[in-house]
């Protein structure tokens, strides 16, 4: 089975444009996680989500963040307006429930200029 | 209130030799899971074990090893005969039922095996 897929791998983009980080979840997982890791501050969750429902973003920095998750296979992470200061590795993780191992998937490497 | 410590920011050892990363953590619950994950230099977080609050059991696979104490609130994490792929930086992780399951990681330790 194929792993947590996330697109694009690497994004750069300037100050005030909008960027849009995609997921695709391990089929069958019910769990979904967004996580941002900066040597700064390390890994920190962001949003998840249980069966497509948003339980807990307070991780949330800020309103120019807000994420989405339509489906089971899919889920948005959506900054608008971008800041140099939101450059980090996003990563997306999901389980088969909340309590279970988390699966990563690679990265999306954001640069923001 | 949940937590994790990796007091260890960095280790390094030279190869084959053993190396133990410590990992303790606080938490109220009577029901948890705690996890490590490595993340070797090409930057993906891999899973290594999931231990409950209830199973106190040691667990070994392969070089790896974890010694679980519940009464140190402790979950070390021990590699034997260490290899230049063990170099990473490895993560512990705490998820307790009564905070919505959320993961809470430690900072991490750094390991470089030196050849």
């Known amino acids: 089975d194929a792993g947590v897929i996330q697109s694009p791998r690497h994004e750069v983009t300037e100050m005030g444009q909008e960027v849009t980080l995609r997921c695709k979840p391990i089929?069958?997982?019910?769990?979904l996680f967004w996580y941002r890791q900066t040597m700064m501050r390390g890994l920190e969750l962001l949003i998840y989500f249980n069966n497509n429902v948003p339980i807990d973003d307070s991780g949330m920095p800020e309103d120019r963040f807000s994420a989405k998750m339509p489906n089971a296979s899919f889920s948005t992470l959506k900054i608008q307006p971008s800041e140099p200061r939101d450059s980090a590795v996003y990563f997306c993780a999901s389980s088969l429930m909340a309590t279970y191992e988390q699966y990563f998937g690679p990265g999306t490497r954001l640069t923001v200029t | 209130a949940q937590k994790v410590t990796q007091a260890q920011t960095e280790i390094s050892v030279v190869e084959k030799e053993d190396v133990t990363l410590d990992c303790v953590y606080e938490?109220?619950?009577?029901?948890?899971?705690l996890f490590w994950y490595k993340q070797p230099p090409s930057g993906e977080l891999v899973f290594l074990i999931r231990?409950?609050?209830?199973?106190?059991q040691n667990e070994i696979s392969g070089r790896y090893s974890w010694n679980f104490q519940k009464s140190t609130s402790s979950f070390n994490f021990t590699i034997t005969a260490s290899q230049v792929v063990d170099s990473a930086v490895y993560f512990c992780a705490l998820s307790a039922a009564n905070t919505g399951n959320q993961f809470y990681f430690g900072t991490g330790t750094s390991l470089t095996v030196i050849p």
């Open positions: 938490t109220r619950d009577t029901t948890y899971y």
């Open positions: 089929s069958g997982h019910n769990s």
């Open positions: 231990r409950n609050s209830f199973d106190e």
